[in-house]
């Protein structure tokens, strides 16, 4: 199975944090998400997948922080079915948690498991659209988390979109972005579907290169010239072995993605050769 390599940068005036954790006009089409509906089940269940991946791979949802008692109000974009929120919300009883999606059937979701866990204070999920001015005032958050942008943004949206996570980020506070670098894998047929996604996402303009996903690697750059000091930046790997919890929960991401539209037959049949 493969194991993303994943980096991760902070920044500060506000402390940019830049985490880049495990991880997709020119003539062709915008593909705006990997998944067009995402308000269908098996997209729900796919990202609850990632959430686990994602937050046990890193050591929890904020393990790079030296004092999270110091963070009190916080923000995810792109939040899902809210895993990263209510992971947060299970482990810092002080915050107060807020997450946004566009989608009307994740945040009900996630408001339902909120509701089931008993996390309701001091936890709210709204929908709202992170391509448009957020709905925030200035220096809202004290941390601000974005996960696996690139699944959603263009290479062109990033900018805006940084700006304004900054806005809403108070003097001090800290931007946490969190995306793939590489993925790499001992299975043949996932090192194909790997490399068509790369190529997908780099003719539909979501980044800058077929050999890396998004714009990490231009992270630090991006948010410098923001006024972003320091950035800090972290490199963490994350490994799914066959025939272990982790590898499964990977194999079930796999599955439940239907990028059958973009890569067209030859996809399904390495999908199908997993």
Not at 139 to 166: K, M
Not at 183 to 202: D, E
């Amino acid at each position: 199975m493969p194991y993303p390599i994943i980096p991760f940068s902070r920044c500060g005036r506000r402390r940019c944090l830049v985490e880049a954790e495990c991880t997709v006009s020119g003539g062709y089409a915008k593909i705006p998400y990997f998944v067009e509906d995402r308000s269908n089940d098996a997209e729900l269940i796919r990202l609850l997948f990632q959430d686990t991946l994602l937050t046990t791979g890193m050591g929890g949802p904020l393990s790079e922080q030296p004092d999270p008692s110091s963070l009190h109000r916080v923000l995810d974009i792109g939040c899902g079915p809210g895993g990263w929120i209510l992971e947060a919300a299970d482990r810092y009883h002080h915050m107060s948690l807020t997450g946004i999606d566009i989608s009307w059937r994740m945040i009900e979701y996630a408001r339902a498991q909120a509701q089931s866990r008993g996390l309701t204070d001091g936890v709210e999920f709204l929908v709202m659209d992170a391509l448009h001015p957020l709905k925030f005032p200035d220096a809202s958050f004290d941390l601000v988390n974005l996960r696996l942008g690139s699944s959603f943004l263009l290479v062109t949206d990033w900018p805006r979109l940084l700006d304004e996570l900054l806005r809403v980020t108070r003097p001090g506070g800290i931007v946490r972005v969190t995306d793939y670098v590489t993925i790499q894998s001992t299975s043949p047929a996932y090192n194909r579907i790997i490399k068509m996604g790369l190529c997908a996402l780099y003719r539909s303009g979501h980044s800058l290169t077929e050999e890396q996903t998004g714009v990490t690697h231009e992270l630090d750059r991006l948010l410098s010239e923001r006024g972003c000091k320091p950035v800090q930046t972290r490199d963490a790997t994350l490994e799914f072995i066959a025939g272990t919890v982790g590898g499964q929960h990977l194999y079930e991401d796999i599955l439940t993605q239907d990028l059958g539209y973009v890569f067209g037959h030859s996809f399904v049949a390495d999908k199908q050769a997993l």
